[in-house]
Each structure stands twice: as C-alpha cells, then as structure tokens.
C-alpha cells in the first residue's frame, strides 16, 4: 500500500527536517513525502529540495510562487498524490502539532474506514497545556458552531491530520473546492460525509508547535464562521 503524505510548509526551516527524518523512519509502512512550498522567505524551500536530494525515491516537493493558501496546498498535493498512484493519502501540519507516532495508527484504521481523522476532541484526545482559555474556547466553539451549522458528525470537524482513501478523494470535485484554513477542513469533511463515506476518529494530543510561530489569523477564522453556511446551502 503506497501512502503519500502531504506536508504544506510555509517558514518550516527549523521544523521540516526532523519531521521528514521522523517520518521516513516509521518502520512497516511505504511510506513517502510531498511537500508542498509556498515560496517561504526563511528558506524551507532549499531544505525541501537538499530532503529530496538526499531520498529521492520517497520525498518530492513542489513549489508554489507564494503563498496561495493552504486549501490550495492541499488540494495540489491531492492531484499529485493520486496520479503517483498513492492508495492513502495524508495530511498533515509540519510543525509537529500532529506527531508523526500516530501515523501507523492512523493508517491501520484506514484499512476499515474511509476517512480517518487524528481528533483532538474525540475521548481521549488533547490540547496542549500551553494553550490559553481564549485559544481553546475558539477551538472548541468553532467545532461547535461548524457542527451545528453543517450537520457534521465528526467531533473535531477542523482537524487538519487526516488520511483518505484514494478512492474518496477520486470521487470528489476538488476543483470546486474553494475554502482554506480551518474552512477547508470542514468543507472536505462536509463533501465526505454527504457522500456516505465512512469515518473513524483516533484521539491524539495535540501539541504547541515546537518552533516559530502560529499561521493562524483574524481572516483565516473569519473566513471559516462564514463559509461554513455556503457549505451547507450551496454545496
């Protein structure tokens, strides 16, 4: 089974190569990465191109002109991913918020299910201590909200640690995806369930990133308490 996982790097320097050499090292699994570079000026993009150098059979980066979003990235990496012929395809943060020790896990459970999401607020799963009251009531609410308002059975309905089926994301217009950010998540996981696919929440904990700083801002947060009602009326 060939899994493809996707990495959207943007000002990763400092993070990127541990996470691809923690990655490649999970034993049993065939295993590769794409990251995905949006022209970042602290040069994550020569460190992407020295990682494929060093293991070209199993790391691939694409670069972007700037940075475009991070749906797009995405959904770039999708297109790639199933025309290399990947059977499961993952996505995650490269800042280790999503620890690449729950990746077998979370692989296994895509034998069974369609779509498998790392949770944070499925039993058992966590949010860093460091997190603030105010960072964890907009997490925490904006799951709420985007529940209610789509109808989303998931907990963590803006998780972005996940692995599809090549089958799911096959069976998708991902060309008429239009959100980013924690929008995009919810979107993907509206388009997943509308078509019946099956899903499957593994607690994690979800860790501070280790290094540089958050990409979320006012306009990404914004985006997604709006977007969420055009998904539910329009798509």
Not at 164 to 192: H, K, P, T, W
């Amino acid at each position: 089974m060939k899994i493809i996982t996707i990495l959207p790097t943007y000002n990763e320097a400092e993070n990127l190569p541990q996470i691809v050499q923690d990655l490649l090292h999970l034993e049993g699994l065939n295993l590769h990465i794409l990251i995905v570079d949006d022209n970042s000026p602290d040069g994550t993009g020569a460190i992407a191109d020295g990682l494929h150098a060093a293991c070209p059979a199993r790391v691939q980066v694409l670069h972007r002109p700037g940075k475009l979003g991070l749906g797009k990235a995405y959904l770039a990496g999708f297109r790639i991913a199933l025309a290399d012929g990947a059977d499961r395809i993952i996505q995650m943060d490269a800042d280790f918020s999503h620890n690449p020790r729950y990746v077998p896990i979370i692989v296994d459970c895509s034998l069974k299910y369609d779509v498998v999401i790392g949770s944070r607020y499925a039993p058992g799963g966590a949010v860093d201590d460091r997190w603030g009251p105010g960072r964890r009531f907009l997490s925490w609410g904006g799951n709420v909200y985007a529940r209610l308002v789509t109808g989303l059975k998931v907990q963590d309905a803006t998780a972005g640690f996940k692995c599809f089926r090549r089958e799911v994301l096959q069976s998708l217009a991902l060309d008429s995806v239009r959100s980013d950010g924690y929008a995009f998540q919810i979107e993907m996981n509206y388009l997943c369930q509308r078509r019946k696919f099956s899903f499957y929440e593994v607690p994690i904990f979800f860790e501070d990133r280790r290094i540089g700083l958050s990409k979320m801002t006012l306009p990404i947060v914004m985006e997604a308490a709006w977007r969420v009602w055009e998904v539910r009326f329009w798509r």
